[in-house]
């Protein structure tokens, strides 16, 4: 397939702005962070790059829902549908939260420094059991650091649009330390930007709806690998419930592909 000077130009666009946005904000996180308390400085700045970027990117955030976050530590569990929902949400969502980002993408200059100084978990799906244990210690360390953590517990971006199963490695965060999970559903990014496109295309309606759930507690007492799937399936019935709310849609499947069993299985964890 060629590509067509007008989609060079349109790409170039969108992400040469972007591309600036990213080295200014987080240099300033880089360099400012450290010196202010509790890292501050990186916190604003990646909302601020966040709400900078979509504004850039003419895309519209509409958000309901707020009055659910509770304060110190919980879980975000989102739905996954762009590679720009993490602009989307990190414009929106309340808290200092910690992202389960993958592990490329600290690698990239200025985005990755930023992620790894303000204490963002890198994650390698597909690495093996040993890999997942680790992550999901990881998740808890920084639930117990009286921070939110935010997961996208599909593991990927959904390649059809509808939400896919759930995966455990999120929720062993909640079980293990009793802070509840919040379930966040968003809808329009798959189709400004879906798996595989160079850019957010055209299309005049740039609207993106994010709707916040209330805050499912986990269990207390059972079997923890129970109580996680337990937790997994509250929340995949909330943020489909949210989700269609808002005009999105579920896949015909069910809440995940396995139990929760072991926490080293690395194909249900993350």
């Known amino acids: 397939m060629s590509v067509k000077p007008y989609d060079v130009w349109r790409a170039a666009k969108q992400w040469v702005p972007f591309a600036a946005k990213t080295m200014a904000f987080a240099t300033i996180s880089i360099t400012a962070g450290p010196l202010t308390p509790d890292r501050r400085a990186s916190l604003w700045a990646m909302r601020r790059w966040s709400q900078s970027s979509t504004k850039g990117l003419n895309i519209k955030v509409e958000v309901d829902g707020l009055e659910n976050v509770p304060e110190g530590a919980f879980v975000y569990a989102s739905n996954h549908q762009s590679i720009v929902d993490i602009i989307v949400l990190g414009g929106?969502?309340?808290g200092d939260y910690k992202w389960a980002a993958r592990r490329s993408l600290l690698r990239v200059p200025f985005l990755g420094w930023h992620?790894?100084?303000a204490g963002h978990v890198p994650v390698d799906?597909?690495?093996?059991s040993r890999a997942a244990a680790q992550v999901i210690e990881r998740f808890v360390t920084v639930v117990k650091s009286g921070k939110p953590l935010l997961v996208f517990p599909e593991g990927t971006r959904t390649p059809t649009g509808g939400l896919k199963p759930?995966?455990?490695g999120g929720f062993y965060a909640s079980v293990r330390t009793?802070?509840?999970v919040v379930p966040?559903?968003?809808?329009?990014?798959?189709?400004?930007?879906?798996?595989?496109?160079?850019d957010t295309g055209?299309?005049?309606?740039?609207i993106v709806r994010v709707r916040i759930g209330k805050p499912i507690t986990p269990k207390q007492e059972g079997r923890e690998g129970a109580r996680v799937a337990n937790l997994r399936d509250q929340t995949f019935a909330a943020v489909s419930d949210l989700l269609v709310s808002i005009g999105g849609r579920v896949d015909d499947v069910s809440s995940v592909d396995a139990p929760a069993t072991k926490v080293g299985d690395a194909r249900t964890a993350l």
Do not use: C, I, Y
């Open 166 to 168: 759930f995966k455990n």
């Open 202 to 206: 055209e299309a005049n309606d740039r």
């Open 115 to 117: 992620l790894a100084l």
């Open 125 to 128: 799906r597909g690495a093996g």
């Open 184 to 198: 966040v559903a968003l809808q329009g990014t798959f189709d400004l930007m879906r798996r595989g496109a160079s």
């Open 92 to 94: 929106v969502l309340p």
């Open 178 to 180: 009793g802070v509840p």
